[in-house]
């Protein structure tokens, strides 16, 4: 049995395999209309999401399945000390998958080491977010037709985002991707991202502070949230939340052809004013999300 935790569980040719499916799942939506059909997802969502939980929802139910679940700790037994081991061995005897989002890093792994059945990691703290990474490579794939040979700047909270983490680790094991990696200096990478994943695979990265040094460079201009939720000082979350904010002003250098990518939810960090540019992918973004999704549903579940 197969869980998805990292994004490294997937090989190269598996991630391609997901996207090609969820492009014919696009094309040829009634296809697939019946294929769970008595299979239930169940979302066990210990942390806030309105995308990830939503998105997993409506894949289950486009693909003929059902859903269980819930979307906080407090209205699950976790309130009342309940570990997640004994979580998911309850769950298994209810549902077929578990999709799963948990503020502690590493505890969907945990679960997985316990489960009957197959886990997704819907997000752990600050660690791994790989069906975001899913998502992000099917609209680089749609959008700009290839997933090598591209500057990609990823700007925001790199230290805590963990859509980057997992992003920089899937981008990694195509050819010629080179990143722009523009941070305040409190909010930069972390080392083992640098070290265990630029560094072992050669990739060229520069680090800024200047969103707009590099603008014209930039094929992808991935932007992220400062996470809130993991500062442990209110002061400095409102002294840093607003570092970035890109408008129609600064992308005056960026190319034609560049594709800006949000995880969403934006806070301040993309004025409303780029909601209107054609290089804005954000909105187009999460409904990626859905299709990549099935795709994994299918695939974790061994269904052709
Ligand atoms: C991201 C997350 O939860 O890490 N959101 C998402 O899943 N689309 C990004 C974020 O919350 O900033």
Redesign the pocket.
């Known amino acids: 049995m197969k869980h998805l935790i990292d994004i490294k569980d997937l090989s190269t040719e598996e991630i391609d395999g997901l996207i090609e499916v969820a492009k014919d799942i696009i094309a040829n939506k009634e296809k697939y209309s019946k294929k769970c059909e008595g299979k239930k997802l169940a979302t066990l969502f210990y942390e806030p ?1 309105t ?2 939980r939503l998105s997993f929802e409506s894949a289950m139910m486009e693909l003929g399945g059902n859903v269980l679940g819930f979307s906080s700790a407090n209205s699950s037994s976790a309130a009342k000390g309940e570990s997640v081991a004994d979580t998911v061995r309850v769950i298994g005897g209810y549902a077929d998958i578990i999709a799963m989002r948990h503020p502690k890093e590493g505890a969907p792994l945990v679960a997985a080491m316990k489960s009957e059945v197959p886990i997704i990691n819907a ?1 752990d703290g600050g660690h791994n ?1 790989p069906t ?1 990474t899913l998502t992000d490579l099917l609209t680089i794939q749609c959008e700009k037709h290839r997933l090598s040979d591209l500057t990609i700047g990823v700007c925001g909270d790199l230290k805590f ?3 980057v983490h997992s992003l920089i680790t899937a981008m990694s094991r195509y050819t010629n991707i080179k990143f722009v990696l523009i941070s305040p200096n409190e909010l930069k990478i972390p080392d083992y991202i640098k070290k265990d994943v630029l560094e072992k695979n050669n990739i060229e990265y520069i680090e800024t502070q200047d969103i707009e040094e590099y603008m014209s460079d930039l094929d992808i201009l991935y932007m ?2 400062v ?1 809130k939720e993991r500062f442990f000082n209110e002061d400095d979350y409102i002294r840093l939340k607003d570092y970035y904010i890109l408008n129609k002003e600064k992308l005056e250098k960026a190319k034609e052809d560049l594709c800006i990518m949000h ?3 934006r806070v301040n960090e993309i004025s409303t004013d780029v909601d209107d540019d054609k290089r804005a992918c954000y909105f187009k973004q999460a409904k990626y999300g859905k299709y990549i999704r099935m795709a994994l549903i299918l695939k974790l579940l061994e269904i052709n």
Request: charged share 20%; glycine share 14%; hydrophobic share 5%.
């Open positions: 999401s995308r990830t997000g977010h975001q985002g963990r859509t992220t949230r996470q995880p969403l939810p």
